[in-house]
């Protein structure tokens, strides 16, 4: 929390003397399953698992409020496999805060973030599944997800990073609602990963219940 506050009073200044709130949140998902699997010609296994219908995630989220409906945030959120502990999806490939780590700004105009962060291509992909994030029963994450060496009608490459739900080195941008639509964009620098600079866009409607 150092280094929030620390940032957060290069801001103080610019808006007035209205108190500031601030709050954090722990939040994230645990997702296990056990099970018992036999093939044929071959002996019964009982098995636990983890990410069955989605991947198992803790995070620490917060927001500080800067006045004049302008707020800091910070997301930061890590996997975790529930069946063996390890804070990852993959240990070989995966940093501690994979799924997020970022900065940024929420005003009435939007919210301007900075960091690692969720493609908005994969937002869009478990918004309108009906098997939401599984990677396990959802055919279309899957067929995204999944690198084209296990699958050649795949498109996901997880040794490039182009197939990954995350993006490192972000900048992003996201609209408030207006009338029911909402856009977004995010931009990646790359700064010398195998898959480059890579830049995304989503455009959303949603009204009623």
């Known amino acids: 929390m150092k280094g929030l506050v620390f940032a957060m009073s290069a801001f103080a200044p610019l808006f007035g003397a209205a108190q500031a709130q601030s709050s954090v949140t722990v939040y994230g998902v645990v997702d ?6 036999q093939l044929a010609g071959e002996a019964a296994m009982n098995r636990v698992d983890h990410a069955g219908m989605t991947t198992s995630w803790l995070g620490f989220k917060g927001r500080e409020d800067l006045g004049d409906a302008l707020a800091a945030i910070f997301d930061l959120t890590s996997y975790v496999n529930v069946d063996t502990g390890v804070a990852s999806r993959n240990p070989a490939t995966d940093t501690f805060w994979s799924r997020s780590a970022l900065v940024g700004l929420d005003s009435r105009y939007g919210t301007l973030t900075f960091g690692r962060q969720t493609t908005l291509g994969f937002l869009n992909l478990i ?46 941008y996201a609209s408030p609602n ?18 480059g600079r890579r830049v995304g866009a989503s455009l959303n409607y949603a009204m009623g219940q």
């Open 32 to 37: 296990a399953l056990a099970y018992r699997k």
């Open 127 to 172: 918004r309108y599944s009906a098997f939401y994030a599984s990677s396990t029963f959802g055919p279309s994450l899957l067929h995204n997800y999944l690198p084209p060496a296990v699958g050649p009608m795949m498109t996901g490459s997880g040794s490039a990073g182009l197939g990954d739900s995350g993006w490192s080195n972000t900048a992003g």
């Open 178 to 195: 207006l009338g029911g639509f909402t856009g977004s964009v995010l931009v990646s620098a790359g700064e010398g990963t195998p898959a």
